[in-house]
């Protein structure tokens, strides 16, 4: 039987390459003189093409980026960020590792990274979200040294993906297996903003009957590029392997413990007459946070809402670990089980000016008649922490046969999670200011505190039905279920949230039995290949206390009430089709080219968005308070193409062009106001993207270009205003250290990585508006240099 090709390569050709080379070189000029450009970093050998991978036997549009073409980016990078080379991935933070969250920007195909669906290893990694209820970020579940590969289902993820938030695809992140001999490896990255890397990696190699194993350990640290602040962390790995006549037998266990300093974004409308690049923390400079403010606590009036805080940082906490064993059941017959457990320890800090944001009013409610600066250390700045926790075990099986010509495919997911979020306030003491490395303690205030306890149950069945040796066709469902209760041990003071009394408790369960999902593929020679695919998916209702899109973070019991009985989970329907193909080629010059085109339909329903209430929803909730409410649908239309074109072994050229257009159907209610958006454009979303990479080999030295090219995006629902495109370039070189090989060291090399190769100034992303004519941004890092030396023993 003839097996359908099992990868391509993608790529292709298209941005201005005399604009580009013209740019390269007058970025060369100015590093020269610049002290960005002192260090650099990265690991990766150096090979001789770089090349994004296609799994082939999917009916979908499903792109895999592995472990090399990842470090050649950047090494230690986040596995997300490195997705931005694909088509249709818009991805967007302040450092160059991708590893603040705060201020992260995903957008894939119109849908934003907290309606897509995450694993490692096929352990749900939540949505996303800052401030997390439900998982844990890629870059913290695994070192980025570790991960193997990363596979990007544009437009609808697998049946068995556990996720509860898959919308708009999924990304699964794998990690690397253990070497079959045994390996010291070290790493050390130095480079701009006094980076420093070192990552430790140990591998057993086989041991004893068919074992294998490694170790690793990561340190990372980094300033600041606009104040003086670090962020950094340390990672630890460990994953073990038996391999045995009854099946497969997988342990992982992961530490990280991270701290990271915050951005805060520029606040753009037309009252805001002050609008800074940046708006960088004074921390550590504490007397000039003192001098900042007036003596009653007041922050400078031409600063309006872009006022500086004296530092704002993300500390998280987690363990997680997972053990499955896949059983050989007979020749055609496999049962996989997997348990995991995860346990995060988190908050987010900001220390900033007690005279801003309507505090005054909040802290008389605890303090009534008191001076409020005395009250909160004499400085004039309080501490403000939100604090997380999560608590969630689970359980993945999988049963799939060969019966004639027929693939069977049956399995389950169950998690129970317990969060929890805390709003605290704390004494920012003018005699013994605090840290964006401490842990505030005994706090002055706990605003509130919310108890989630969430169970998900979700069910797939599937069949993939060989026609014949060129054709498949794939069909099934999966049901998708969640019972979540929210309680509040801890409910503000009458005042303490405006226009609220309590905020909710109470039971939400939603059951969804019929999610089907139909698709196909046909090679249409050994060199090309057809799919189409149509599924359906939902995304589940975010169980939050306190904050965000969630019915536990309404402000009342009745508009809770109104939400559970009204309200419906957001869905979506996909439609793709497209072609991979992957041809040699006989010519003097152009000796292969390899690529996909994919077109895409999305219906997206229900949209959930929070929202003054109408006069009639007042008259049933009472009071001006926010609702949750469906708003209405989305059309999304696009195409991704993408390919690579390799001149012989020295030379290829990858591009990825993309175009995408999400536009709402309807307008909707804010308060009694009719707010204008049917037919405007999803906001934060660019229409046009392209990428490329090109990369030439001369003796053992590579050298690779990239470039990033992201079209305007609209700041608001209402498209009044917008953030302009921008293009970016990276720098990578490599190669070996041969005079440093033989004896003990072997395989010793160098990278030398420069992001923002041009640097450029701009809107990097964007904070879209609740309401039209205001928006926030963070700023595009500069250029940034790093150095990695890398070697086994």
């Not at 650099?40 to 090979?47: I, L």
């Not at 990690?175 to 701009?192: D, E, K, M, Y």
């Not at 990276?730 to 003990?744: I, T």
């Amino acid at each position: 039987m003839n097996k359908p090709f099992s990868v391509v390569r993608v790529a292709a050709l298209s941005i201005p390459l005399l604009a580009m080379a013209a740019n390269v070189a007058a970025a060369v000029a100015d590093m020269a003189d610049t002290p960005a450009a002192e260090t650099v970093t990265e690991a990766a050998a150096a090979a001789p093409i770089a090349t994004v991978e296609v799994a082939t036997r999917k009916t979908r549009s499903s792109v895999e980026l592995g472990k090399n073409d990842m470090q050649k980016i950047l090494p230690g990078i986040n596995p997300l960020k490195a997705l931005q080379t694909l088509p249709g991935v818009s991805f967007q933070t302040a450092d160059p590792w991708g590893n603040n969250e705060q201020n992260l920007s995903l957008f894939i195909h119109g849908f934003s990274g907290q309606q897509l669906g995450y694993t490692m290893d096929g352990v749900p990694l939540g949505d996303q979200q800052y401030g997390n209820y439900n998982g844990l970020s890629p870059q913290r579940a695994i070192t980025s040294e570790n991960v193997g590969r990363v596979i990007l289902s544009s437009g609808a993820g697998d049946l068995a993906t556990a996720s509860t938030s898959n919308l708009g695809g999924t990304i699964e992140t794998f990690s690397s297996n253990p070497l079959p001999n045994r390996n010291f490896s070290a790493q050390q990255t130095v480079g701009s903003y006094k980076t420093s890397r070192t990552f430790l990696r140990y591998d057993t190699g086989n041991f004893g009957d068919g074992n294998s194993a490694y170790l690793s350990a990561a340190h990372h640290e980094q300033k600041a590029w606009d104040f003086n602040g670090r962020q950094g962390g340390d990672q630890v790995n460990a994953k073990f392997i038996n391999n045995n006549s009854l099946g497969k037998l997988t342990l992982y266990v992961a530490y990280s413990d991270k701290i990271e300093p915050n951005e805060d974004s520029t606040v753009h409308s037309a009252t805001e007459k002050y609008q800074p690049y940046t708006r960088p923390f004074m921390y550590p400079d504490f007397q000039q946070a003192l001098s900042y403010l007036s003596p009653t606590g007041a922050t400078p009036a031409a600063d309006g809402n872009n006022y500086r805080n004296y530092y704002s940082d993300a500390q998280r906490t987690d363990y997680l670990t997972y053990a499955k064993f896949d059983m050989n059941l007979g020749e055609a017959t496999t049962w996989s089980n997997q348990i995991y457990y995860h346990n995060d320890d988190g908050v987010g800090v900001v220390a900033g000016p007690i005279g801003v944001a309507g505090l005054p009013a909040l802290f008389s409610v605890y303090f009534p008649g008191q001076n409020l600066k005395q009250v909160f250390g004499n400085s004039g700045y309080a501490t403000r922490t939100t604090e997380y926790a999560i608590n969630r075990n689970g359980w993945l099986s999988t049963l799939r046969t060969e019966l004639g010509e027929h693939t069977l495919q049956t399995g389950l997911w169950f998690e129970h999670n317990r969060s929890s979020a805390y709003r605290r306030w704390y004494a920012l003491d003018v005699n013994n200011p605090s840290s964006p490395y401490d842990r505030p303690a005994n706090p002055l205030i706990t605003q509130y505190g919310s108890e989630i306890d969430n169970k998900v149950v979700q069910l797939h069945l599937q069949d993939e039905w060989r026609l014949r040796p060129d054709m498949a066709l794939t069909a099934g469902f999966k049901s998708s279920l969640q019972f979540a209760d929210g309680q509040f041990p801890v409910q503000p003071k009458a005042g303490a949230i405006a226009n609220s009394t309590a905020l909710p408790v109470g039971k939400i369960d939603t059951k969804q039995w019929f999610l089907p999902q139909f698709g196909g593929r046909w090679d249409i020679t050994a060199q090309d290949q057809a799919f189409f695919n149509i599924q359906k998916n939902m995304r589940q209702f975010v169980t939050y206390g306190g904050g965000g899109a969630s019915p536990w973070s309404l402000s009342s019991q009745s508009a809770f009430d109104l939400f559970k009985s009204s309200a419906k989970p957001e869905t979506s329907v996909t439609y793709e089709a497209g072609l991979r193909t992957s041809h040699q080629l006989n010519g003097d010059v152009l000796t292969g080219f390899d690529g996909q085109v994919n077109v895409y339909h999305v219906d997206f329903k229900n949209r959930l968005l929070q929202i003054s209430p109408t006069s009639v929803i007042t008259s049933i909730i009472g009071g001006n308070l926010a609702v949750l409410t469906n708003v209405g649908s989305v059309k999304t239309d696009g195409v991704d193409l993408s390919g690579t074109l390799h001149f012989g072994r020295n030379f290829s050229l990858y591009n990825a062009l993309s175009y995408n257009q999400s536009k709402y159907d309807d307008n909707y209610m804010n308060g009694n106001a009719v707010v204008p958006t049917a037919g405007k454009k999803v906001p934060g979303s660019p229409e046009w993207m392209d990428k490329f990479v090109a990369t030439v080999t001369v003796a053992d030295t590579e050298f690779q270009l990239g470039g990033d090219y992201v079209g305007k995006r609209y700041a608001t629902y209402t498209n009044d205003l917008q953030v302009n495109s921008y293009f970016l370039m990276n720098l990578g070189v490599s190669g070996k250290l041969g005079f440093l090989n033989g004896g003990w060291v072997k395989n010793a090399r160098y990278r030398v990585n420069v992001t923002n190769l041009a640097d450029r100034k701009g809107d990097l992303n964007v904070v879209v508006g609740a309401a039209s004519g205001t928006y926030n941004t963070f700023p595009i890092a500069p250029r940034q240099g790093f150095l990695t030396l890398m070697a086994d023993f």
